[in-house]
């Protein structure tokens, strides 16, 4: 039988490679599940568009392939642009692919059902494409154009409409996958940065997610230079936590910034070096700045490059270590080490309890745990202090900084990496997204999936600055559900922790097991904050 472009559409997304989409069907997207009830494509029904655009972006940051999400026209668009916004801002690659009313009837307010004046503009502010297929030909086209994108460029979202009157007409043959162009290695500049990186007489490195494949190089390039390596946020885990060179995640503390200030020089490798990595509007770099990054935009601005590589990471940290002199790194562990006590010696009470939990979560829980995480201060806390010895098991909502996004996001990591996956959330961020606790319990009952909801009974994080701005706390104090009972109707067994010495055993014996498990830790009890 001949197939049709929705069938098409699926059929080569199937040959690109992509095994899983995030989605919930509608009567506008019909014509895209015809082709995925004939299709090995593994279909997972999320409970809102949202919570299936997060979930793409987990599986996408737990695996490195492309997540794929599709919905309908309209409230789909609109409902999942949030989430295409947290892609865009964290480089992660995500293809949407949505519905939009019949062609003749475009911009003409016709009054059709899901109809707005143009639904490209919600998506083109927080996407590297978003396009219109005017015919069954262009609907190829535009596929084969995101994965050129996702394959060469800055990895960020994709959008795709089609009008129902193409999805539904004749596609004829079968498409097929086109070979993708490779991410630029422009090295003209290679000599200028070996050359400064071997003068250098105290480097630095700086690095964040677009390392995420090139762990090895980078911590070869570290070692050779006898370097400290900072991360973002998202290059957690690219060296292993215990690493002599390894400064974390420490770019938004004030001791960090000061021994940033101190390099003679610094690479920085597929990071922005915004401020949402510094928590301050700019810190003090060498002008002897090196750049590697996919984005050439990145090479000008507030921290521009001297020496610019507008290239892949893993190649171009590979070209380094071949011509890069070793040196001596004892002195550069022993700076890591004055930088995590001084660190240590002005922390706060609250995060002083804060990093007493967290290590009693990373104790009890297997180190191939994924750990995708929300916008609450335990969290925030965890961006500094919880070890993660591999990148992509540390997954955290950076720049866009939306709520509700762990839940979800863990669904899709736990579903794409087949691994073991955890939630760290608060009531708050929760109670966006809570609706998909049903989706965990649909398909992750053979897995183990453990929510962990940080509750204090407010909004903690805005609580604390209204108090810090001479505010009256307004409107952040939150009357809660009952969790148990909330967690027992979307079948989660359920364990409430008050006790920091409760925390490790318990998550060891609960991901002993496989099945979904609601663990409520009581902050109340486990934090103390200054007086």
Request: overall charge negative.
């Amino acid at each position: 039988m001949t197939q049709n472009c929705g069938q098409a559409m699926v059929k080569l997304l199937e040959n690109y490679g992509v095994d899983t989409v995030f989605g919930i069907p509608g009567v506008h997207n019909l014509e895209l599940y015809r082709g995925l009830a004939e299709s090995p494509i593994r279909h997972v029904l999320a409970r809102h568009e949202q919570g299936a655009g997060f979930m793409a972006d987990g599986y996408a940051r737990a695996t490195g392939r492309v997540g794929v999400a599709f919905v309908i026209t309209g409230p789909g668009v609109s409902n999942i642009a949030t989430a295409i916004g947290q892609a865009f801002s964290d480089s992660i690659p995500m293809l949407v692919v949505s519905s939009v009313n019949e062609s003749w009837s475009l911009g003409k307010g016709a009054g059709r059902l899901h109809e707005s004046k143009d639904q490209l503009d919600f998506t083109r502010p927080v996407t590297a494409l978003s396009a219109r297929a005017s015919s069954v030909a262009e609907a190829e086209q535009l596929i084969h154009q995101a994965f050129a994108i996702f394959a060469s460029q800055r990895p960020r979202p994709v959008h795709i409409e089609v009008p129902l009157d193409i999805l539904g007409q004749p596609a004829g043959e079968l498409w097929r996958p086109k070979e993708l162009p490779v991410r630029p290695a422009k090295l003209s500049q290679l000599d200028a940065a070996v050359a400064r990186l071997n003068q250098a007489k105290n480097p630095m490195i700086i690095a964040g997610g677009g390392c995420v494949d090139a762990a090895a190089e980078l911590q070869q390039l570290a070692e050779q230079l006898g370097a400290p390596v900072f991360t973002s946020v998202a290059g957690k885990g690219l060296l292993p936590s215990h690493h002599p060179l390894l400064a974390g995640s420490l770019l938004c503390v004030e001791p960090g910034w000061k021994m940033i200030a101190e390099a003679d020089c610094v690479i920085a490798v597929g990071t922005e070096l915004a401020d949402t990595d510094f928590w301050c509007d700019r810190i003090e770099i060498s002008e002897n700045l090196v750049r590697i990054d996919l984005d050439s935009q990145k090479m000008t601005g507030i921290y521009p490059a001297k020496i610019p590589l507008v290239a892949d990471a893993k190649a171009t940290l590979g070209e380094l270590n071949q011509q890069i002199v070793a040196r001596a790194s004892a002195n550069a562990e022993e700076r890591v080490k004055q930088l995590k006590a001084a660190l240590q010696n002005n922390l706060p009470r609250m995060y002083q309890s804060h990093q007493q939990v967290l290590s009693a979560i990373r104790e009890g829980l297997s180190a191939a745990t994924v750990m995708a995480t929300d916008m609450t201060q335990l969290a925030y806390s965890g961006n500094i202090f919880y070890p993660v010895d591999q990148p992509k098991k540390w997954l955290h909502p950076t720049g866009y900084g939306t709520l509700g996004y762990a839940l979800p996001s863990a669904i899709g990591a736990a579903i794409g990496a087949k691994l073991p996956a955890a939630v760290l959330v608060g009531d708050g961020g929760l109670q966006y997204t809570i609706n998909e606790l049903a989706t965990a319990a649909e398909y992750l009952s053979e897995q183990s999936f453990v929510v962990l909801m940080w509750n204090n009974s407010r909004l903690g994080q805005i609580w604390d600055d209204m108090e810090l701005r001479d505010i009256e706390p307004v409107a952040v104090a939150m009357h809660n559900p009952n969790f148990e009972l909330l967690a027992q109707g979307y079948h989660f067994a359920y364990r409430k922790l008050t006790q920091i010495s409760e925390i490790a055993p318990a998550l060891e014996e609960l991901q002993s097991k496989s099945g979904c498990w609601f663990v409520e830790l009581d902050a109340t009890s486990l934090e103390q904050r200054d007086s």
